[in-house]
Structure formats: C-alpha cells, structure tokens
Nanobody, 124 residues
Framework: QVQLVESGGGLVQAGESLRLSCAAS????????MGWFRQSPGKEREFVAR????????YYADSVKGRFTISRDNAKNTVYLQMNSLKPEDTAAYFC?????????????????WGQGTQVTVSS
C-alpha cells in the first residue's frame, strides 16, 4: 500500500510559477511510474504528466508541454511538478498517482494509488 501526499499548491497570478511535490510512503517508490493529473469543478480528471519509474522517460499533455516539468528524486521518494508560465486555465486540483503499468499512461484507470490533491488557482 502506497500513500501519496501532495503539497505546494496555492494562489498565483498568470505568468508565475509553482512547484508541486508528492511524497510517497508505505511502498517501494521505485516500482512505480508516477503521474500528475488535474481536475476542475464539473470536468473530468485530466492527465498532465508522467515519469518513468527510473526517471528515464517523461510524457506530457499537449496543454502543458513546454511549461511544466515532471521530475522525481527516488532517494527522497518524491515526485515534483514544476509549473511555469501558469495560465488561468491551469486552475484545478492537482493529484499525483502511482502506476505499475507500462501502457495507458494517460488514463487514470491505470493508476493504482492516488493522493488527496492540492489546489492550484491562477488569477488573470
């Protein structure tokens, strides 16, 4: 059983940056590919980014490519999401998740463990 706890959300203005963190415990962190998803009220949960269990590969949604960077520190059991040039449409609750699957990387159903989420609000 893996527990995930996100932090780092907040209120920022458009164009500013935030760095989200997700600390994992209770399992073998290096056994899981890690992803970030986001969800706004009334919308479905949306894939944001994913990183290989050893950090070898990353994958991004088109909407964040070039602005967001996912990384992980396996020594600290932590995955990060650096968000630059934030836009009002990035406003959402952001969730980290752990997956042992190598396919369906953008689909939430392939992720087994989820954090409780951290809110990001970007004002215009």
């Amino acid at each position: 059983q893996v527990q995930l706890v996100e932090s780092g959300g907040g209120l920022v203005q458009a164009g500013e940056s935030l760095r989200l963190s997700c600390a994992a415990s209770g399992g073998t962190f290096t056994s899981y590919h890690m992803g970030w998803f986001r969800q706004s009220p009334g919308k479905e949960r949306e894939f944001v980014a994913r990183i290989h269990l050893k950090g070898l590969f990353t994958y991004y949604a088109d909407s964040v490519k070039g602005r967001f960077t996912i990384s992980r520190d396996n020594a600290k059991n932590t995955v990060y999401l650096q968000m630059n040039s934030l836009k009002p449409e990035d406003t959402a609750a952001y969730f980290c998740a752990a997956s042992s699957e190598v396919t369906r990387v953008t689909q939430s159903r392939s992720y087994t463990y989820w954090g409780q989420g951290t809110q990001v609000t970007v004002s215009s």
